[in-house]
C-alpha cells in the first residue's frame, strides 16, 4: 500500500458517491453500496477539470508506437483519460498496456446492417482479448492502492481471464468464482494459465456473484466485478476513444451488447461528463443489445423500468448469460441521459451476424456479435435511419469461445446460413483439384 499521505493526495479530487447523488464516501474506502444499499459512482469535480481537461490535453498523449519502457500515460489507451479515470501515481499503475484499439468497417457489414457508415471498434484486441482489460487495469490499481491481500470475482469468462493476469502483473493472488461448465474453455484457460486460483460453483453466473460478494465481505478480499465502480471507471475510456478517433465530432449510435450491463453504465456516464467538460457539443445515442434468452434488461425496458425483471439466463453467447445484472440502476440512467434504446435478438440472429463479421477476416466471439445483429434490427425496425453513423461494439475475439465457431460451420447450429463447412476428400491431387475448382467457380 502506498504511504497514506500519497494514498490520499492521489484519491483526494475524486469520492465514491451514491447514483441518486445523496450520499457520499472517500475515494479511499472499500465499499461497493451505499449505506442504503445504492450503487456508486467514482465522482469527479467536473468543475475543477474543466479549465485542465481538453481534447488538446488527450491528443498529445497519443503515441503510436510505444517503446521499451511502458509509459501507461501514452501507450494506454485507458490512463491517456487519467483525469476522467483514476489520477493515481503513475508509478503505482498496472498497465499490459491496453486499449488503443481499432474501428473497422467493411461495406459488405454495413450493407448487411442496412447503413451507410458502420464501424466495429474491437475490443477483443486488448490484451487478453476483451474489453474487460480496460476496467481491470483501473481495479487492480486500486487494488494496490487499497493495499489488497487479494482480488476475487464472479465470471463467465472474460473477466476472471482479465483479472488473472492483472493480478498476476500486481503479485496480488487471484480468486475466480465460476459457473460450472458454463464458461468458454478459451476464456478458462485464461484464468488456469495466468495462475488464478479457480472455484467452480455448482450453479450459474448469478449464484456465482451471490457467492463471491459473501466471501469478500466476510474476508476483506477485494471484489473486482462491476459492481466495483472502479472497474467501469476504465471501461468509459472506450467511449473516449471513440470520440477521439472521430476527431471528437460523436458517432450518431453507439450500439453493445448488454449482459452485467458495466458498459453500459460505463458508457453514459463518459459520454454526460464528455458533454459536461465540452468535449463534445452533443450525446450519441446507446443501445443496448440483449441476448433474448438473456433480456432481463430489455424486458424491464418495455414496461418503462416499472418492473425489474429477472430471469435464469440462456444464450450461447456465455459473455452476456447474465438474468440479474447488477449495474441495471447505472444502465437506466444511462439510456436516460443518451435517449438510448433497447432490443433483443435471438441466438440464431447473433450467430449468424458472428458468420458474417468472422467472413469479413475481422472476428469475435458470440456476445460480440450482438451489437450487430442489434444494430440490423434497429434499422430494419426504423429506430436507426440508414443514413447515420453507427458504432457497434466487438467485446470479445473470436478464440474466446471456438467451440460454439466450429458448430456452426460443423453442421451443429440449426439455420446457419452462413457456414462454411469443411469437406472431406480423398488423398488424391485429382479429388482435391476437383474441389478447388469447383469452389473457384463459386467464388466467381
Same mark, same amino acid.
Request: with cysteine; net charge negative; proline share 6%.
Given at each position: 500500500?502506498?504511504?497514506?499521505?500519497?494514498?490520499?493526495?492521489?484519491?483526494?479530487?475524486?469520492?465514491?458517491?451514491?447514483?441518486?447523488? &445523496?450520499?457520499?464516501?472517500?475515494?479511499?474506502?472499500?465499499?461497493?453500496?451505499?449505506? =442504503?444499499?445504492?450503487?456508486?459512482?467514482?465522482?469527479?469535480?467536473?468543475?475543477?477539470?474543466? =479549465?485542465?481537461?481538453?481534447?488538446?490535453?488527450?491528443?498529445?498523449?497519443?503515441?503510436?508506437?510505444?517503446?521499451?519502457?511502458?509509459? /501507461?500515460?501514452?501507450?494506454?489507451?485507458?490512463?491517456?483519460?487519467?483525469?476522467?479515470?483514476?489520477?493515481?501515481?503513475?508509478?503505482?499503475?498496472?498497465?499490459?498496456?491496453?486499449?488503443?484499439?481499432?474501428?473497422?468497417?467493411?461495406?459488405?457489414? +454495413?450493407?448487411?446492417?442496412?447503413?451507410?457508415?458502420?464501424?466495429?471498434?474491437?475490443?477483443?484486441?486488448?490484451?487478453?482479448? =476483451?474489453?474487460?482489460?480496460?476496467?481491470?487495469?483501473?481495479?487492480?490499481?486500486?487494488?494496490?492502492?487499497?493495499?489488497?491481500?487479494?482480488?476475487?470475482?464472479?465470471?463467465?469468462?472474460?473477466?476472471?481471464?482479465?483479472?488473472? @493476469? #492483472?493480478?498476476?502483473?500486481?503479485?496480488? !493472488?487471484?480468486?475466480?468464482?465460476? !459457473?460450472?461448465?458454463?464458461?468458454?474453455?478459451?476464456?478458462?484457460?485464461? *484464468?488456469?494459465?495466468?495462475? @488464478?486460483?479457480?472455484?467452480?460453483?455448482?450453479?450459474?453466473?448469478?449464484?456465482?456473484?451471490?457467492? %463471491? &460478494?459473501?466471501?469478500?465481505? &466476510?474476508?476483506?478480499? #477485494?471484489?473486482?466485478?462491476?459492481?466495483?465502480?472502479?472497474?467501469?471507471?476504465?471501461?468509459? +475510456?472506450?467511449?473516449?476513444?471513440?470520440? &477521439?478517433?472521430?476527431?471528437?465530432?460523436?458517432?450518431?449510435?453507439? %450500439?453493445?451488447?448488454?449482459?452485467?450491463?458495466?458498459?453500459?453504465? @460505463?458508457?453514459?456516464?463518459?459520454?454526460?461528463?464528455?458533454?459536461?467538460?465540452?468535449?463534445?457539443?452533443?450525446?450519441?445515442?446507446? *443501445?443496448?443489445?440483449?441476448?433474448?434468452?438473456? +433480456?432481463?434488461?430489455?424486458?424491464?425496458?418495455?414496461?418503462?423500468?416499472?418492473?425489474?425483471?429477472?430471469?435464469?439466463?440462456?444464450?450461447?453467447?456465455?459473455?452476456?448469460?447474465?438474468?440479474?445484472?447488477?449495474?441495471?440502476?447505472?444502465?437506466?440512467?444511462?439510456?436516460?441521459?443518451?435517449?438510448?434504446?433497447?432490443?433483443?435478438?435471438?441466438?440464431?440472429?447473433?450467430?449468424?451476424?458472428?458468420?458474417?463479421?468472422?467472413?469479413?477476416?475481422?472476428?469475435?466471439?458470440?456476445?460480440?456479435?450482438?451489437? %450487430? *445483429?442489434?444494430?440490423?434490427?434497429?434499422?430494419?425496425?426504423?429506430?436507426? =435511419?440508414?443514413?447515420?453513423?453507427?458504432?457497434?461494439?466487438?467485446?470479445?475475439?473470436?478464440?474466446?469461445?471456438?467451440?460454439?465457431?466450429?458448430?456452426?460451420?460443423?453442421?451443429?447450429?440449426?439455420?446457419?446460413?452462413?457456414?462454411?463447412? /469443411?469437406?472431406?476428400?480423398?488423398?488424391?491431387?485429382? *479429388?482435391?483439384?476437383?474441389?478447388?475448382?469447383?469452389?473457384?467457380?463459386?467464388?466467381?
Amino acid at each position: 500500500m502506498l504511504h497514506e499521505k500519497t494514498l490520499n493526495e492521489a484519491l483526494a479530487t475524486i469520492s465514491l458517491r451514491s447514483i441518486d447523488e &445523496q450520499e457520499s464516501y472517500p475515494a479511499g474506502q472499500i465499499r461497493y453500496l451505499s449505506d =442504503s444499499g445504492l450503487l456508486l459512482d467514482v465522482a469527479h469535480d467536473l468543475d475543477a477539470l474543466r =479549465s485542465t481537461v481538453t481534447r488538446e490535453l488527450f491528443d498529445q498523449r497519443v503515441r503510436h508506437a510505444p517503446g521499451p519502457k511502458i509509459d /501507461p500515460v501514452t501507450d494506454s489507451g485507458v490512463w491517456r483519460y487519467r483525469e476522467l479515470i483514476l489520477p493515481a501515481p503513475v508509478n503505482s499503475i498496472v498497465s499490459r498496456p491496453e486499449g488503443n484499439t481499432p474501428l473497422y468497417e467493411h461495406p459488405c457489414m +454495413s450493407e448487411w446492417v442496412g447503413v451507410n457508415s458502420l464501424y466495429l471498434k474491437h475490443e477483443g484486441e486488448n490484451p487478453t482479448g =476483451s474489453f474487460k482489460d480496460r476496467g481491470m487495469t483501473v481495479g487492480v490499481t486500486q487494488a494496490v492502492l487499497m493495499g489488497a491481500q487479494a482480488v476475487a470475482c464472479a465470471s463467465t469468462g472474460n473477466t476472471s481471464a482479465s483479472m488473472a @493476469a #492483472y493480478a498476476a502483473r500486481a503479485g496480488i !493472488p487471484a480468486f475466480v468464482f465460476i !459457473p460450472a461448465g458454463k464458461i468458454a474453455a478459451g476464456k478458462l484457460a485464461q *484464468a488456469l494459465a495466468y495462475g @488464478a486460483h479457480t472455484l467452480q460453483v455448482n450453479g450459474d453466473f448469478d449464484d456465482a456473484m451471490r457467492l %463471491v &460478494q459473501q466471501v469478500c465481505e &466476510q474476508l476483506g478480499i #477485494y471484489l473486482l466485478n462491476s459492481l466495483n465502480p472502479f472497474r467501469l471507471e476504465g471501461q468509459k +475510456s472506450i467511449v473516449f476513444e471513440i470520440l &477521439q478517433g472521430f476527431d471528437w465530432n460523436p458517432p450518431d449510435w453507439i %450500439v453493445l451488447p448488454g449482459g452485467n450491463l458495466g458498459n453500459t453504465a @460505463a458508457f453514459g456516464k463518459a459520454l454526460h461528463e464528455a458533454h459536461t467538460l465540452g468535449l463534445i457539443d452533443h450525446l450519441p445515442r446507446l *443501445a443496448t443489445i440483449q441476448a433474448e434468452g438473456a +433480456s432481463p434488461f430489455y424486458q424491464s425496458y418495455l414496461t418503462q423500468f416499472a418492473e425489474h425483471k429477472s430471469m435464469k439466463a440462456n444464450t450461447v453467447a456465455t459473455a452476456i448469460s447474465i438474468g440479474n445484472p447488477v449495474s441495471y440502476e447505472r444502465a437506466i440512467r444511462a439510456l436516460k441521459w443518451t435517449n438510448g434504446v433497447s432490443i433483443s435478438v435471438t441466438d440464431e440472429e447473433i450467430m449468424n451476424a458472428k458468420a458474417l463479421i468472422d467472413s469479413t477476416g475481422i472476428g469475435c466471439e458470440p456476445a460480440s456479435a450482438a451489437s %450487430v *445483429a442489434g444494430a440490423r434490427k434497429l434499422v430494419d425496425n426504423g429506430t436507426i =435511419s440508414p443514413d447515420e453513423t453507427v458504432v457497434g461494439i466487438l467485446t470479445g475475439n473470436l478464440l474466446k469461445d471456438p467451440t460454439a465457431t466450429v458448430d456452426y460451420h460443423t453442421g451443429k447450429w440449426p439455420n446457419a446460413k452462413l457456414a462454411n463447412q /469443411p469437406v472431406r476428400v480423398e488423398p488424391t491431387l485429382a *479429388a482435391v483439384q476437383t474441389e478447388i475448382e469447383r469452389r473457384l467457380s463459386k467464388a466467381h
